[in-house]
Structure formats: C-alpha cells, structure tokens
C-alpha cells in the first residue's frame, strides 16, 4: 500500500493554513483599527490637554521667563536650584504634607464610620445621604466664603458659642494665628468633601456579604469587631481609592486656601500652588513657578505610586 500523499495535497493544506493566518492576522488589525477608532478622540484630548502642557512646562521651567518677553534665555536647572533654597518654597512643602496628614485623620475612618451608621438607618435614609452629600454640591469659592464668616473672630458662631458659655479664653482668630490656620483650613476641606467620600463608602458597603455580619453576631461580636475584621477589609479597594483621592487634594489644595487666607498670615498657610501661582502672577516669574508646579507633579506622582505599590503589596 502506498503511503505517499500527493504533493498538490500538500500544496492545498498548506495554502489554506497561509489563508487562515492571513484572515487572522487581517481581523486582528481589524479589531485594533477599531479599538483605535474609538480611543482616539479620548488620547488626543489627554495628549493635548494633558500630556502636551506637562512636557512644556518641563521645558519652561529650564528658561528665565516673565511671561512677557518675547525672548527666554536658557538657564538650565538654575530654578530649581533655587527653589532648593528658597524657605518660603520648602515650608510651603512642608504645609502641604501636614496638609495631608490631618486630611487622612479627619476623612478616610471618620466617613466609612458616618457610612457605617447611615447604612444602619431603617428610616429617613436618603435624607440624611442628601444632608451629607450637600456640602459637596456647593463651589469651593461658597465653602470659602462660608467658612471665613464661621471662623470669624469677632462675629463668627464659633467664637460667639465659646464666650457664650463663659469660655473666652477659647475663642481664637481661626485663621490669623499660625498654629490655627492650617487645621481650621483642612476642617473646611473636609466638611466640603465629607460627602463624597461618604457616597463611595457606602457604594462599597451595599457589595459585602450580609452573611458575614449574621456569623459575627452568632459569635458575638460588637460592632467595633465587625468595623475592623469584616468592613474594614471588605472595603480595601474603595479604601484605596478614597486614600488615593484624599491625599491628591490635599497635595493639589488651592481655591479653598487662596479664598480663606492667601498663604497668610506670614506664610503659615502657604502651600506649592498658592506659591507657584503668586510667583507667576504676582512676581512675574513665569518659569520659576513652571518650575515649582513641576516639582508638585514629582511630588503627586511619587505619593500615587508609593501607594499603589504599598496597597500591591499589601494585597499579595
């Protein structure tokens, strides 16, 4: 019996595999070309409003501009070499780290715990979802002017409530003393995002398991256990995100201060941006501020990966 095949089967079979690697290969690009239809409009948005002005304000920061001049001479990384003295710059960068520090005491725990209880409410849930959420409707430059008159020394609530109660010696010029002015500052930032934070809790608590919370109860377990061994770890991934959220605003903080206090007194509540901005504006120093605005972007993107990488991990 012969056992040869004939080589025009060869032929054909081979042909075939070649035909089905091309239309392969064809649909392939086909689905990238349409992939790519559809995330162009998106990259050339990002490209242009983003990624382009990052790149030039690198390169602005490496020349002496007042913004005016028709000419910019090249100075290298004088800039930031300067910024690497200047106190006032340093101090602003220290501000915006406690910045940071009391944002996350005062929204990351104290918002889950407010979800945790509103979650609880039998009744009058949406009212009081609303009630909290409100706040975060309103413009910074209204939460400003709000929270200026709160903290007003001579007619402000707060003040009137402390010599009210025979308490004077309590009642403070908020946001004129230096050691006062940088809390009083990130109280109203958190009262202005309390609410969002507050929505992402409870987005997360309405995806854990009720089951859990019935077995810790059979077990015995109070409400502080179930916060820390079965919500808390529940809600990892939208902890993430409110950290990552909290810590970027905190770095990036600028209408709200700028309305309350313009970096005063004395530069107590200066941070990079209200720095950056009356160096550009005020003193006409358009590249020497690029250079600062830089060196927050280091600073941002730094802190996001850290965390990323700590919250990675973390998880593994």
């Given at each position: 019996?012969?056992?040869?095949?004939?080589?025009?089967?060869?032929?054909?079979?081979?042909?075939?595999?070649?035909?089905?690697?091309?239309?392969?290969?064809?649909?392939?690009?086909?689905?990238?070309?349409?992939?790519?239809?559809?995330?162009?409009?998106?990259?050339?948005?990002?490209?242009?409003?983003?990624?382009?002005?990052?790149?030039?304000?690198?390169?602005?920061?490496?020349?002496?501009?007042?913004?005016?001049?028709?000419?910019?001479?090249?100075?290298?990384?004088?800039?930031?070499?300067h910024?690497?003295?200047?106190?006032?710059?340093?101090?602003s960068?220290?501000?915006?780290?406690?910045?940071?520090?009391?944002?996350?005491?005062?929204?990351?725990?104290?918002?889950?715990?407010?979800?945790?209880?509103?979650?609880?409410?039998?009744?009058?849930?949406?009212?009081?979802?609303?009630?909290?959420?409100?706040?975060?409707?309103l413009?910074?430059?209204?939460?400003?002017?709000?929270?200026?008159?709160?903290?007003?020394?001579?007619?402000g609530p707060?003040n009137?409530?402390?010599?009210?109660?025979?308490?004077?010696?309590?009642?403070?010029?908020?946001?004129?003393?230096?050691?006062?002015?940088?809390?009083?500052?990130?109280?109203?930032?958190?009262?202005?995002?309390?609410?969002?934070?507050?929505?992402?809790?409870?987005?997360?608590?309405?995806?854990?398991?009720?089951?859990?919370?019935?077995a810790?109860?059979?077990?015995?377990?109070?409400?502080?256990?179930?916060?820390?061994?079965?919500?808390?770890?529940?809600?990892?991934?939208?902890?993430?995100?409110?950290?990552?959220?909290?810590?970027?605003?905190?770095?990036?903080?600028?209408?709200?201060?700028?309305?309350?206090?313009?970096?005063?007194?004395?530069?107590?509540?200066?941070?990079?941006?209200?720095?950056?901005?009356?160096?550009?504006?005020?003193?006409?120093?358009?590249?020497?501020?690029?250079?600062?605005?830089?060196?927050?972007?280091?600073?941002?993107?730094?802190?996001?990966?850290?965390?990323?990488?700590?919250?990675?991990?973390?998880?593994?």
């Amino acid at each position: 019996m012969n056992m040869n095949v004939p080589s025009s089967s060869i032929d054909i079979s081979t042909q075939q595999t070649k035909q089905m690697i091309k239309a392969k290969k064809k649909s392939a690009i086909k689905r990238n070309i349409t992939a790519m239809m559809f995330l162009a409009p998106a990259l050339i948005l990002y490209f242009v409003f983003m990624l382009y002005p990052m790149i030039d304000a690198v390169r602005y920061s490496l020349f002496d501009w007042n913004g005016a001049s028709a000419t910019m001479n090249f100075i290298g990384l004088q800039n930031y070499g300067h910024l690497a003295k200047d106190t006032i710059f340093l101090k602003s960068i220290g501000h915006n780290l406690l910045w940071v520090a009391i944002s996350l005491v005062l929204m990351v725990i104290p918002t889950l715990v407010l979800a945790v209880l509103i979650s609880k409410v039998k009744k009058g849930k949406m009212f009081f979802r609303a009630g909290f959420y409100l706040p975060s409707v309103l413009s910074l430059a209204v939460v400003g002017v709000l929270w200026s008159k709160i903290y007003d020394p001579t007619m402000g609530p707060i003040n009137m409530f402390f010599k009210s109660i025979g308490l004077s010696s309590l009642a403070k010029n908020w946001l004129g003393e230096p050691f006062f002015v940088i809390p009083a500052l990130v109280i109203a930032s958190t009262w202005a995002f309390y609410g969002l934070y507050m929505i992402l809790f409870l987005a997360g608590l309405q995806s854990i398991d009720y089951s859990l919370y019935e077995a810790a109860d059979i077990d015995g377990a109070g409400p502080i256990r179930k916060l820390w061994s079965i919500t808390i770890p529940s809600l990892r991934n939208t902890m993430n995100v409110v950290i990552s959220m909290v810590i970027i605003h905190a770095l990036k903080g600028f209408a709200l201060i700028w309305i309350m206090t313009q970096g005063g007194p004395f530069y107590m509540s200066e941070v990079v941006s209200t720095y950056v901005y009356k160096s550009a504006f005020s003193m006409n120093k358009v590249s020497y501020a690029t250079a600062g605005s830089v060196i927050l972007g280091i600073i941002v993107i730094t802190f996001t990966i850290a965390f990323n990488y700590y919250r990675e991990r973390t998880e593994s």
